[in-house]
C-alpha cells in the first residue's frame, strides 16, 4: 500500500510519514488517508450550507402559523423533551471524542466501547425525537397545518435523519474495526465518521437556539 | 476570392437583416424609447448614460480585437514584433483596472440616486391617484378605491398627476409593466407593493404581464388609458353611474382561471383587495400590513 | 377492465400530440437500434467493461462530452419548434401548453444537462492532466457524479414521453408551480432529476478541490497552476456553496408537492418569495459556474495560438477569484421588481455591476496576449476570438440590467432574453466549443477536421446575431419572455422572423458540427505526436489519448508553462520516463456500483415522481446498500505491474 500510494500521490509521503513533532497520526499517515479526510471537510462545508439554507428558510416562516399552534405553545409544554434530547446528544459527542482519543492512543478496546456508547447515545436521542415528532402530531400540529411546522419538522428532521444515517454508518465501522482490527484505513473511516457526528451535534446546538429556546421565549 | 465572396455574403446578410430592424424598429413602437410621463422618462435617461459608458469599453475592445487579429496573424512574411515572454505591464494592467472602476461607480451612484427616487411620487406636491391592482390567472383587475369604482384588463388614468399603484396578486406572481410609462413591478401573493407611475400626455398605453403564470399569460394584455383630469372625472361618473355592481359572487367567478376582454363596475365589495393581501399571508409581513393601513386611513 | 388499463396508460404516456407521438416512435426505434448493434457486434460485454464501470476520468470525460452534444440537439430542437411558433404572429404550430412544457424543458435542458456536463467534460479530460495527476482524487466518487447526472437527465427527458413534461419555467416559480396550479407530474420530474444531478454535482465540486489542492505534481504551486485549472477550482468553489441552497430549494418544493406541506404556498402562511431567494442564491453564481471554465478555456487557447505567455497571470488569478467571491452577492437582481426597497436594491446593483470589473480586466488581458504574439485562426482560437465581441455586448448589457432603475424597464421582456443567451452561448458555448475542438486530440487521439467546422463556425456565428440582436429591441418593444404567440398589430413580426431565420442558421451550424465529427472519424488523421497545437501545459507533453496511468512517471514542475519552457530549451526528453524509474503503479478498481446507485436514484426519482411511495423507498434503500458495500469494499485498488508500464511505454515509442 505505502508503495503504491507514494506513486498515485507523488506530493505526499508513504506510511511512516513523521512530523515535526513525533508520528503523524494514523488517520492522517497515508496520502490517501489525508486527501480522504481534506474531501470530507469539504463535504462539510456543503452540508453547512444545506442547513444554513433550511435555518433561513424557517427563520422566515417561524411565525407563520395559520392559527395552528405556535412554537411557544408546542414547545414550551414539553421542555423535558428536548433538554433530554439536547442532553443526550451533546454526551454523544464527547463520547465520541474520547473513541478518538482512545484511537490516537492505539487502543482499540476501548475505541469500540465508546463507539458503541456513542451509538446507542445517538438511538436514544433518535427515539425521544422520534417521540417527540409523535406527541405533536397527536396534537393536530402536522406538517401540513402550517408554513411554521412544515419548516420545523424539515429541519428538525433532516437532522434526524443526518443521526440516523451517522448511526448506520458508525455501526458499520464498527463492524470493520472489530473484523479488520485498527489500521490507517480504519482509523481514517472513524475520524470521518467521528468529524460527521461533531458536525451534527453543532447543528443540534443550532436548532436547540433557535428552534427551541427562541420558540419557547 | 474564395474569402472576399464570403464577405460580400456575410456583409449583404448583415446589411438586410440591420435594414429590417431599422424598418420594424424606428418610432415609437420602441415602447421603452418612447417615454410618455417623468417615470419612464428617468428611466430613459439612465438608459442613454448606461449606453455610452458601458461604449467607451466595447468599442476599443472590438477595435482593438480587429487590429490585433490582422497585425499579429501568423503568415509568412508578417514582419510585426514578436515578444512570446510579454506578460506583464503593471501601468497597463492599472490602466483597465481602474477604468471599470470608475464607470461602475458612475454608474453606482446615478443608480442611487435613482432608486431612491423612483421609490418616491414624481410630483409630491400633487394629491396621487390610488389604483389597486390585483393580478389574477389570466386578467388584470384594477380597483379605485377613492371612486369605489373597479375595472378589469383596462384602466383610465389623469394626465399630469402621479398615480400609485398598489399591486397584489390572487394566484400566481405576476408583473406590472406599461413600458411608456415605466418600469415594472411584481404582484405577489400575500405581498402588496408599491409603483409611482405618471403620464403627461394624454393617449392609450400598452401594458403586460411580465411574470409567466400558466398557459393564459399570453392573453395578460391591458390598456392604460391617460387623458385629462375633467375627461378622466367624467369617465368615472360614468362608469359609477352605468356599470353593473362587483358582487362577492363576481369576485370569486374573476379569480376563477380563464381570459377575458374589458370590464367595468360601478362597485366592489368593501376592503375586498386588503382582506386578499391579508389572507395570503400579508398578516406575517408587517411593512405590506403598515402599507395597506396607511393607504386605508387615506381612502 | 381492458378499458381501465389502456385508459391509465393514456394518461400514463403523453399522446394525442403528432410531435410526441413522433418523437415515441422515434426514441423506441433508436433504443431498439442500439440494443441490435451492441447485441450483433457481441459489444455488451464492452460497454460494460470499458465504459458504464469505468472510474478513469478521461473516459467519463467523453461520456459527459457525449451526453452534452446530445443534450444541446434536445434543446435545440425545443429552441427551433419555439422560434417556428413565434416567427409569424397568431400561430398555431404549438398548443399554449405545449409551448409552455418547451420553453420549460429548453431552458432546463441547456442549463443543467448541456452545460454543466460539457463543463465537467472539460474538468475531466483536462484538470488530471493539466496537474501532473494520474486521476482525480476520488475516481470512484467521480464515477458517481457522471451517473447521478446521467440518470437525472433521463429521468428529465422521460417527463417528456411519460407523464408530461414541467411547464413553469425553468426558474419553476411557486405558487404557480404548487398543486394548485400545477396538479401534473411535470413539475415532480424537474425537481427530482435536478436533486438527483445536483448531488453528483455537488460531488464533482469536493472532487475537483481535493485534486487540484491535493494532488498536483511537485513543483507545482498554485501560482504555477495554468489558468484552466485556476478557473476550475473557482467554480468547485462556487458549487460547494450555492448547489446545497438549491437542493434545498427543490427538496422544500416537493415537499409542499409530495406531501402537502407549506412552504410556498398562497395560503397556510407559505412565502413564495422564499423559493426565490434560494433558487437565485443559486441561481445566478451559476452563470458564473458555466462561465468561469469557459474563461479559463480561453487563457489556454488564447495563449496557445498566439504563442506567447498569458498576459498578467497574478490579475487573471485575482479576477477568478473576485468572480467566485463577488458572484455569491449579486443574486437579488433577478428580482429588482419584487419591492425590497431602494437600499436592498442599490445594493445589488453596484455588487452586479462590480463584477464587471474583473470580467473586463480578463478581456483586456487576452487582447495583451495577442498583442505582439503570432495568432493562429485554427478552429478553437476562431471560437475564442468570435467570443470576445460577444462577450463584450453581454457584459455591456450586464451592466445594463444590473441597475435596478433600467431594470425596471428591461425585466423579463426579450431584452433579457437576449442578454443571458449572449453570456451563455457566446460565453459558455463558444468557451465549449473552443475547448472541445482544442482538447479532442487529447481525449481522443485524432484531430477534427477544419472544413466543416469552419463551415458550422460561421453559420453558428452569423444565425446567433441574425436570432438574438432582434430580440434586444423586441424587449424595448414591450415584447415579455415565455408567451407562445403575440398580435399581429404589435409590429413584432418583422424582428420575430429575423430571429427565427437566425435560429435555423444556428441549428444548421449544429448540424455541421455533427457532419464534421462524423467525418473526422471517417477519414481519421491520428495525433501521433500528442501536441497537435504547440501546446504550453502538461497536459501537451502526454501521448494522444494518455494511457490509463497518464503519467508513467510523475513530473516535476518548475514553470508556469512547463512544456513550453522545456520545449524551448530543447528538453522535450525530460518528460519521457526512465526505464528503471518506472515502479508499481497504484490505481483504483472499476467498479458497476456507482453505475447501479445511480440506477437505484432513478428508480426512487421515478417512484416519487408519481407519489408512488414505496418505489421510491427502494430505490433510497438501494442507494443506501450501494453506499454500504462500498464502504466493506476492502481491495478497491489493484497495482499495474512496473513491467506493464513500461510495455505499454514502449509501445507508445517513449521508453
Redesign the interface.
Known sequence: MAVMMEEVLPKQAGPSRTGDNGPVRLELSTADGATKIFGFWMFLVSDVLLFASLFATYVVIYTHTADGPTAAHLFGHDTAGFLAETLALLTSSFTCGLATWEMHQGRAGRLKMWMGITILLGLVFLGLEITEFRDFVGQGATMQASAFLSGFYTLVGTHGAHVTMGVLWMSLILYQLARFGLNAVTARKFFIVGLYWHFLDIVWVLIFTVVYLTGVM | MHRSSRWKSITALMAGVGAALLTAGCGEEIRVFQPAGPVARSELQLIWLQMGLTAVVIIPVILLLAWIVIRYRNKPGNRAVYQPDFAESRTLEFIWWAIPIVIVGILGGVTLHKTYALAQSPQPDKTPLKIEVMSLNWKWLFFYPDQKIATVNYAEIPTDRPVQFVLTANGPMNAFWVPNLGGMQYTMPGMATSLWLQADQAGEYYGHGGNFTGPGFTQMQFRVVAKPESDFEAWVRQVANGAPDMSRGEYDKLVQPGTLGELSFSSYPDGIFEQTVMDEGGKYMEHDRKMLENMMSHS | MGDGLANTAGHFFVTGDPLIIGSDVAIVLVSLGIVFVLTYFKKWKWLWREWLTTVDHKKIAIMYLLAAILMLFRGGVDAELMRTQLALPNMKFLS??HY?QIFTTHGTIMILFMAMPFIFAMFNAVVPLQIGA??V??PYLNAISFWLFFFGALLFNLSFVIGGSPD??WTS?P??TELQ??PGVGENYYLLALSISGIGT?AT???F??TI??????GMTLMKMPLFTWAVLGTCIII??????L???L??LL??RL?????F??????????FIN?FW?WGHPEVYIAVLPAFGIYSEVVSTF????????K?MVASIMAITIIGNLTWVHH?F???A??AV??FF??ST??V??PT??K???W???????????SLPMMWA?AF??NF??A??TG??LA???????Y???YFLVAHFHQALIGGVVYGMLAGMYYWWPKMFGFKLKEKYGKWAF?FFN?GF??CF??QY?LG???M????????AD??W???NF?STIGAYLMGIGFLFIAVQIIHSLLHMEKDLTGDPWGGRTLEWALPSPPPHYNFAV?PHVTARDEWWERKRRGEQDAFLPRPEAI?????PKNSGVPFLMGLCFFIAGFGFTFGWMVVGALGLLGV?ACL?HR??D?HP?H?IPAEEVRRTEAALGRL
Do not use: C
Request: aromatic residues 12%; neutral net charge.
Open positions: 399554449p401548453e409552455d494520474r486521476d482524487a476520488f413553469a419555467g416559480y405558487p404557480l396550479f400545477d455537488i465540486g469536493v472532487n478541490i481535493a489542492i491535493k494532488m498536483r505534481a511537485p460547494l456553496f450555492v448547489f446545497p441552497v437542493s434545498v430549494a427538496a422544500l415537499i409542499d406531501f402537502g406541506a407549506h412552504f404556498t398562497m395560503m397556510y402562511g407559505g412565502n413564495p418569495m422564499q434560494l442564491i498566439s504563442q506567447k505567455k498569458i498576459f498578467g497571470y490579475s428580482f421588481t419584487m419591492g426597497g431602494p436594491n442599490t446593483s453596484i455591476m462590480a464587471a470589473i473586463g480586466v478581456v483586456f488581458n487582447l495583451m496576449t495577442m498583442y505582439r504574439g503570432r495568432i493562429t485562426l476570438l470576445i465581441p463584450a455586448l457584459g455591456a451592466v445594463w441597475e435596478a432603475p433600467t431594470d425596471y424597464q425585466h423579463n421582456s460561421w452569423v446575431y441574425v440582436m432582434p429591441i424595448l418593444m414591450g415579455q419572455r415565455r408567451m407562445y404567440t403575440y398580435p404589435m409590429h413580426t418583422g424582428l429575423v510523475i515502479h508499481d503503479i497504484h490505481m443506501l454500504a464502504s466493506l476492502q485498488d497495482d
